[in-house]
């Protein structure tokens, strides 16, 4: 059976900040791409923009997703959950404590909506730094896991700002949660046609340069884009990733 990926993105940025090399490897490799954007009616922005209503600053945020998706020629299958993001649902964006019962009952109802969306691999984020949209987002595919071919991807800009030792516990958390060795795959700078700098600026809502920053230091650091899981999975995408 051919490759094909699907990415769960807990926002419309966040595929983007932890994997626009992997995509446009990916792609170039004439692997079927679907971007499955989870929490899109929303407000948030990082910067001042002319008008906050959740209409218009929901729209705002799907059109930088589209020009992200023009520097592929638009060859992302974007599909769109339309779930409120977290400040639309409570006053707290960074968990600290137990998921509440309704936070419980979405990554239920995420769970149920992926087994029907997705064929092939799935990437989810890991949920380093604790956002409570990210959280849901791993809580629903730990649900699933035994159902799918899963892998991890580094949240960003919370991965740059921790210790590689932090990073490492995190993910042995998540291992140890499913019971499986988790191992990573580094998706090296070779060979690769974007700018990711260049691709991230899209997002103009959401960007600073303090984050611009991060996200390209991360990079640097790792000369690549790091994905973890277990390596029968691992496998499937090294062809691919010329890795």
Aim: glycine share 2%.
């Amino acid at each position: 059976m051919s490759l094909k990926i699907n990415i769960l993105s807990p926002h419309f940025d966040d595929a983007a900040y932890g994997l626009t090399l992997t995509i446009s490897k990916l792609l170039n490799s004439n692997v079927p791409v679907k971007l499955i954007n989870c929490f899109t009616v929303t407000r948030w922005t990082a910067i001042p923009v002319e008008s906050k209503e959740t209409e218009v600053v929901s729209l705002l945020r799907a059109k930088e997703d589209q020009s992200y998706n023009a520097l592929f020629d638009s060859a992302i299958d974007i599909v769109n959950l339309d779930l409120l993001d977290a400040p639309l649902r409570h006053d707290y964006i960074f968990r600290f404590k137990a998921l509440e019962e309704d936070e419980l009952e979405l990554a239920e109802d995420l769970r149920s909506r992926l087994l029907q969306e997705v064929e092939g691999v799935l990437f989810c984020p890991l949920s380093i730094g604790d956002h409570i949209d990210h959280v849901i987002c791993l809580e629903a595919v730990l649900k699933l896991y035994r159902e799918l071919d899963i892998v991890f991807y580094e949240d960003l800009p919370y991965s740059a700002r921790i210790t590689e030792t932090q990073i490492l516990a995190h993910v042995q958390q998540v291992a140890e949660r499913l019971k499986v060795n988790i191992v990573p795959l580094l998706n090296t700078l070779s060979n690769c046609s974007i700018d990711k700098g260049t691709a991230v600026r899209v997002y103009e809502s959401q960007m600073n340069e303090d984050i611009h920053s991060e996200i390209l230091a991360h990079m640097q650091n790792l000369q690549g884009e790091r994905i973890w899981g277990e390596e029968r999975v691992l496998e499937k995408l090294r062809l691919s990733l010329g890795c």
